[in-house]
Nanobody, 122 residues
Framework: VQLQASGGGLVQAGGSLRLSCAAS????????VGWFRQAPGKEREFVAI????????YYADSVKGRFTIPRDNRKNTVYLQMNSLKPEDTAVYYC????????????????WGPGTQVTVSS
């Protein structure tokens, strides 16, 4: 599975962005997929995760109520809809996928794509 995140950019605080994680491979629809982010000088942190069916999701407390993680398995794509963005959401965002089923999380040795930069100005 190869992953490609896109949709990052510069947005003002309070604005919205939608990131996309497009995947190759026919079995992607059976993968658990997560979003992570890494801010300058900080460790990478978990943001959100979704089961293969989309029936189960989990969010970091810092984004709960502001971000959602829908997926469209017909398009082999998982999204990260980010609303009410704050300057502290500024980071490089990565998507990652694992064939292990919910509630298994994504590990470093799973499939990761290159990140997309999100910058939120105050």
């Amino acid at each position: 599975v190869q992953l490609q995140a896109s949709g990052g950019g510069l947005v003002q605080a309070g604005g919205s962005l939608r990131l996309s994680c497009a995947a190759s491979g026919r079995t992607f629809s059976r993968y658990t997929v997560g979003w992570f982010r890494q801010a300058p000088g900080k460790e990478r942190e978990f943001v959100a995760i979704i089961s293969w069916s989309g029936g189960s999701t989990y969010y970091a407390d810092s984004v709960k109520g502001r971000f959602t993680i829908p997926r469209d398995n017909r398009k082999n794509t998982v999204y990260l809809q980010m609303n009410s963005l704050k300057p502290e959401d500024t980071a490089v965002y990565y998507c990652a996928a694992t064939p292990r089923q919910w509630p298994a999380g994504v590990r470093e040795d799973d499939y990761w794509g290159p990140g997309t930069q999100v910058t939120v100005s105050s």
